[in-house]
């Protein structure tokens, strides 16, 4: 039996001393490895696999890192990392101190800018080649990006000034006709077409070549060349990105290497901006996720149990199916994300009720005012950490108009392994400062069906934020009035101090108060509304209380702990303030890790704020905020 190859791969020199049999051999070694890592791990699998030999026949051409491979959204830098030397560590993928799923310069040398959301690339690119040639240095600087990134607007932005500047940038476009769900869209029709018309593509670079060949002189053959050449140009299926003022070379075999180095070679060669199309297999060499390739986009650990019961996620999917049977108004709208907002019972139910955008989130929020401007009841399913890309249309072409739109704020709170790029812990800071806007936070399943329902039924914005985890009731509750705001609900009364929260951290403080009974005892508020803030309930709450405490599953700076303090100040009991205990994330970005490691760390375990709860009540004391080891003065 042949020795691995993998293990003898330290750095990306050592790839340029294999012959193409070794680069075969080392692309099934480098799938195996990837394989066998996620199913131990999770991480994004279909991606990975697709990119492998892309990603040897970069390297193997490429001097990185001098030259700059800057990798759009992360999802397909597995193979990256592995050889360029992070062999040793890659068990630790996505584990708590270990390896990120996607690029970090921290972490090393060879990744080049920190992405994790899309359609970031080709610009960064273009800042990098504009920085090289001020200095007068010279390197490669090269983007991957995919089909469905290509779909977001930053993408067209990046293309439209790298063509007008003419500078040396090579785009790889990685085509596998998938963003997370199928590609929607003119772009994907069209890229279909350059797929289904590479014969043409051959053909007229193959007539190019012999034109080219043939002597012409004088005017009659100058401007016979002219006509050659516009002929040729609209024959071309990537017409779109010439006319853009890039070279386009391709539809390339993504999974030849030899192919794909000489695709890479001659994009090298040309000056000025280069695009070369690949087309490649999501989940190449995993017959499950070739077949499937939605369903392996992001995975969990093989060893994963699920105990069968509903997520956040679920609930409102359910939930918007069973409204929508009763009212034809509403429509349902997401950026790529069909599967993981829970909405696609809602578009097997309702297809001409159901808008996927593509990666497309300002668009997502802007379209659904236009619905709502109409009489239509839009609601807009997002991750947290995806919505921060429409932020600006939410406060102008949303909430300026006070339009009815519903935004399904997913994935709010830490979300675990895939890290800083991800977490959902900065929505209410950015959200909670925008006029008319109303901020909601269910508990559990039962809550979010009635918010959902109430937020229906309402003649302004409504934002409702919830995690990623189980719903862990769902049994009915009663109904909110549509004429009044949401309430909070005191869920367990106390004589020594008071704890504010919403969402599942409601059970945290519950488990956490209970637990120093009889000595300490502390109410617990629900209260499932964050914006507006009811201030009489307030006063009432912490009237007679020795400490006021705030837990949140969010960044402290602006976020819910805050605005409770900005209440005490408006209500005029100051006093309270040097006695609050505010419980969340510090200052900075939260790592990856598993969501429970992550709130261990950060003092948001139940022991955890128990303990803050007995030293809060101890008497009066300077701030206190949680971090890193529970709670610190």
């Given amino acids: 039996?042949?020795?691995?190859?993998?293990?003898?791969?330290?750095?990306?020199?050592?790839?340029?001393?294999?012959?193409?049999?070794?680069?075969?051999?080392?692309?099934?070694?480098?799938?195996?490895?990837?394989?066998?890592?996620?199913?131990?791990?999770?991480?994004?699998?279909?991606?990975?696999?697709?990119?492998?030999?892309?990603?040897?026949?970069?390297?193997?051409?490429?001097?990185?890192?001098?030259?700059?491979?800057?990798?759009?959204?992360?999802?397909?830098?597995?193979?990256?990392?592995?050889?360029t030397g992070r062999q040793d560590r890659f068990h630790t993928l996505r584990q708590w101190g270990g390896l990120s799923g996607f690029p970090l310069p921290s972490e090393s040398e060879y990744d080049h800018f920190g992405v994790g959301h899309s359609s970031t690339s080709i610009s960064a690119a273009a800042?990098?080649?504009?920085?090289?040639?001020?200095?007068?240095?010279?390197?490669?600087?090269?983007?991957?990006?995919?089909?469905?990134?290509?779909?977001?607007?930053?993408?067209?932005?990046?293309?439209?000034?790298?063509?007008?500047?003419?500078?040396?940038?090579?785009?790889?476009?990685?085509?596998?006709?998938?963003s997370i769900t199928n590609n929607v869209g003119a772009l994907s029709d069209y890229l279909g077409r350059i797929r289904s018309d590479s014969l043409l593509y051959q053909a007229r670079e193959g007539l190019a070549s012999f034109l080219r060949s043939i002597p012409l002189v004088g005017p009659p053959a100058a401007k016979l060349a002219h006509k050659i050449k516009m002929t040729l140009k609209h024959m071309l299926p990537g017409q779109f990105f010439e006319e853009l003022g890039f070279a386009y070379l391709g539809p390339f075999d993504g999974h030849n290497i030899a192919e794909l180095q000489r695709a890479i070679r001659a994009g090298i060669r040309r000056r000025g901006p280069v695009l070369i199309h690949v087309h490649t297999q999501k989940g190449r060499g995993h017959a499950q996720a070739e077949r499937r390739p939605e369903r392996y986009h992001g995975v969990g650990p093989a060893r994963a149990v699920n105990n069968g019961g509903l997520s956040f996620s679920d609930v409102f999917g359910r939930s918007l199916v069973r409204l929508a049977e009763r009212d034809?108004?509403?429509?349902?709208?997401?950026?790529?994300?069909?599967?993981?907002?829970?909405?696609?019972?809602?578009?097997?139910?309702?297809?001409?009720?159901f808008f996927d955008v593509g990666i497309a989130e300002q668009h997502a929020v802007t379209v659904a005012a236009g619905m709502a401007k109409e009489g239509l009841r839009p609601v807009v399913a997002v991750y947290s950490t995806f919505l921060q890309r429409g932020y600006d249309q939410v406060i102008h072409d949303v909430a300026l108009q006070g339009l009815p739109v519903v935004i399904a704020v997913d994935r709010a709170g830490a979300v675990g392994d895939d890290g800083a790029t991800h977490q959902g812990i900065f929505d209410i800071s950015f959200l909670r400062a925008v006029p008319r806007l109303t901020i909601l936070a269910p508990r559990d399943g039962s809550e979010l069906t009635a918010m959902l329902a109430w937020a229906l039924e309402q003649d302004g914005p409504v934002v409702i934020r919830y995690p990623r985890a189980e719903a862990k009731n769902t049994a009915p509750c009663e109904a909110f009035s549509a004429g009044r705001p949401v309430p909070p609900l005191e869920v367990k009364s106390g004589r020594d101090g008071v704890v504010f929260t919403f969402g599942p951290m409601v059970d945290v403080a519950l488990e956490a108060a209970s637990s120093l009974e009889p000595d300490l005892s502390f109410s617990v508020i629900n209260m499932r509304s964050l914006k507006p803030l009811p201030g009489e309930f307030i006063r009432a709450a912490v009237d007679g209380k020795r400490s006021v405490v705030t837990l949140?599953?969010?960044?402290?700076?602006?976020?819910?702990?805050?605005?409770?303090?900005?209440?005490?100040?408006?209500?005029?009991?100051?006093?309270?303030?040097?006695?609050?205990?505010?419980?969340?994330?510090?200052?900075?970005?939260?790592?990856?890790?598993?969501?429970?490691?992550?709130?261990?760390?950060?003092?948001?375990?139940?022991?955890?704020?128990?303990?803050?709860?007995?030293?809060?009540?101890?008497?009066?004391?300077?701030?206190?905020?949680?971090?890193?080891?529970?709670?610190?003065?």
């Fill in 1 to 83: 039996m042949c020795d691995k190859l993998l293990p003898q791969i330290k750095s990306p020199e050592d790839i340029k001393k294999l012959d193409l049999p070794s680069l075969e051999r080392l692309a099934q070694e480098i799938r195996d490895r990837i394989i066998s890592t996620v199913e131990n791990n999770g991480g994004h699998l279909g991606a990975n696999l697709g990119v492998v030999e892309l990603t040897l026949a970069l390297h193997s051409v490429l001097a990185a890192p001098r030259d700059r491979i800057i990798w759009d959204v992360g999802h397909q830098c597995y193979a990256h990392k592995l050889i």
């Fill in 127 to 178: 800042g990098m080649a504009i920085a090289r040639d001020l200095r007068g240095e010279d390197y490669n600087v090269v983007a991957v990006i995919g089909d469905g990134a290509l779909t977001g607007g930053m993408a067209f932005e990046g293309l439209n000034h790298i063509g007008s500047l003419g500078k040396n940038i090579l785009v790889i476009l990685n085509d596998n006709e998938m």
């Fill in 328 to 353: 034809n108004r509403i429509v349902a709208i997401t950026a790529a994300m069909r599967d993981g907002t829970g909405l696609g019972p809602f578009a097997e139910a309702f297809p001409d009720r």
């Fill in 552 to 633: 949140e599953d969010h960044a402290l700076s602006g976020g819910f702990g805050s605005s409770i303090a900005e209440m005490l100040l408006e209500i005029g009991d100051s006093t309270l303030l040097s006695r609050m205990v505010r419980l969340g994330y510090p200052d900075r970005f939260i790592p990856h890790g598993s969501i429970e490691r992550i709130h261990e760390e950060y003092g948001l375990t139940a022991p955890q704020v128990a303990e803050a709860l007995r030293r809060a009540a101890d008497g009066p004391r300077l701030h206190v905020v949680s971090g890193d080891s529970g709670c610190r003065v």
